[in-house]
């Protein structure tokens, strides 16, 4: 007669039993049907709470119902900013008049991007692009929730640049992450976002 298990001799079961059930439950979240043309489960995205260019509260619930394409940037970024938003600009313009879809340029830079900066700063782009900041507790939260990297950078004296990821997320109406807008195929990225109008 086999002598019964240990409690030592069972900890390999019991540690493979948890892995398993990971696995398997992460198996399953993948392929939970989120509904007809939903994206698939990310871990992109997340609520948040900032303010637009005009002072006004602005959260992920107020923007859903449109397409975004979310960049996240400064106005002080000498090349990379600016061209991106041009790009989005250009983009936004190939769409059908009308169409469910805005720009979204968050600060990565909210102590000197304030709200009337960000205001400025963009009408020099599409109206359909909207510039979000807010205090630096706010933007560090949503830059978590996103995913992005931004690291201050001294420069000379009380200068600096920001040293920032540089996606565009395209998100749905109901602000899922859906994919990383390629901007260089202008024709394609219109047919993407068309997609999930």
């Not at 619930?61 to 979310?70: A, E, H, N, P, R």
């Not at 009308?98 to 909210?110: E, I």
Request: aromatic share 8%; with cysteine; net charge negative.
């Amino acid at each position: 007669m086999a002598p019964a298990p240990t409690r030592r001799s069972m900890l390999p079961l019991l540690a493979f039993g948890a892995g398993a059930a990971l696995v398997a439950g992460g198996a399953i979240l993948t392929m939970i049907d989120t509904g007809p043309g939903a994206p698939a489960p990310s871990l992109i995205g997340g609520p948040f709470s900032l303010i637009d260019g005009d002072g006004k509260p602005l959260s992920q619930d107020d923007l859903k119902g449109q397409i975004s394409l979310m960049f996240f940037g400064y106005t002080h970024c000498p090349d990379v900013c600016p061209t991106t938003l041009f790009e989005m600009s250009e983009i936004l313009r190939k769409l059908k008049p009308g169409a469910p879809a805005r720009g979204v340029f968050v600060s990565v830079d909210p102590e000197r991007d304030t709200a009337p900066v960000m205001k400025d700063y963009l009408s020099s782009f599409d109206n359909r692009i909207i510039g979000l900041t807010g205090d630096r507790a706010a933007i560090d939260a949503m830059l978590k929730e996103y995913r992005v990297y931004s690291k201050k950078v001294p420069g000379t004296g009380d200068d600096y640049t920001m040293d920032h990821s540089a996606i565009i997320y395209l998100m749905d109406k109901q602000m899922r992450f859906v994919n990383a807008l390629n901007l260089a195929d202008p024709q394609k990225a219109v047919e993407e976002i068309q997609r999930w109008m």
